[in-house]
């Protein structure tokens, strides 16, 4: 089975620069995803294909992808951006997700 | 816009039965899979399955067969997880999720949580 696997936590000050990793084998040759999730709400996409950004998205959220590895940057992060980080990708038919990454921005 | 709004939360006891709602508007319910997604306490997520919303054909995942069905009442572009015979490790919360994992269509529910304790 595949895995994915993130820091479990990014801490930054506001206006910098934040960058989660997502790592694993599948990411070679699949799409990766990227959502966000902040406490008692739904999931939000944030990327898509590797490097997609769906409409409506601030423009500061973009992804990258190297290898086995894909790169979520939060150029200029928000307060409000604070919030779990899921990577995840499609695989054989299977959804495989990351183990998030809690982004702490203050 | 697109929605996904679950049922409310549940609390059944060990080997009670429980049956979680997903109601899709804002897009053709039949256009995109539905997926089922737990999440336990203070653990990661994981996928459940999926259910095909043209044919209703139901995917297991691994680890989620046979206490687990996935089922759909397209009339009312409802999907439906029901869990029988619970027991307290099936406390989590359960998500259903709609995504076209080539494109940027990606919605997902609020999220039930079922606790299962005597």
């Known amino acids: 089975s595949y895995e994915l696997t993130q820091p479990s936590s990014v801490s930054v000050s506001p206006g910098q620069t934040a960058r989660i990793t997502c790592s694993g084998d599948v990411l070679a040759k699949k799409y990766a995803r990227w959502f966000q999730q902040k406490p008692g709400q739904a999931p939000v996409l944030v990327i898509y294909?590797?490097?997609e950004r769906p409409s409506g998205i601030p423009e500061r959220f973009s992804g990258s992808s190297s290898g086995t590895t894909v790169t979520l940057t939060i150029s200029g992060a928000q307060v409000e951006d604070e919030a779990d980080y899921y990577c995840?990708?499609?695989?054989?038919?299977?959804?495989?997700f990351g183990g998030g990454t809690k982004l702490t921005v203050l | 816009q697109v929605q996904l709004v679950q049922s409310g939360s549940e609390l059944k006891k060990p080997g009670a039965s429980v049956k979680v709602s997903c109601k899709a508007s804002g897009y053709t319910f039949t256009s995109y899979a539905m997926n089922w997604v737990r999440q336990a306490p203070g653990q990661g997520l994981e996928w459940m399955g999926w259910i095909n919303t043209n044919t209703g054909n139901p995917t297991y995942a691994q680890g989620f067969t046979g206490r687990f069905v996935f089922s759909l009442d397209t009339s009312v572009s409802t999907a439906y997880l029901q869990i029988s015979s619970l027991k307290a490790e099936d406390t989590a919360v359960y998500y259903c999720?709609?995504?076209?994992?080539?494109?940027?269509?990606?919605?997902w529910g609020q999220g039930t949580l079922v606790t299962v304790s005597s």
């Open positions: 294909k590797d490097s």
């Open positions: 995840y990708s499609a695989a054989d038919n299977n959804l495989v």
């Open positions: 999720a709609a995504v076209a994992v080539a494109g940027p269509f990606d919605y």
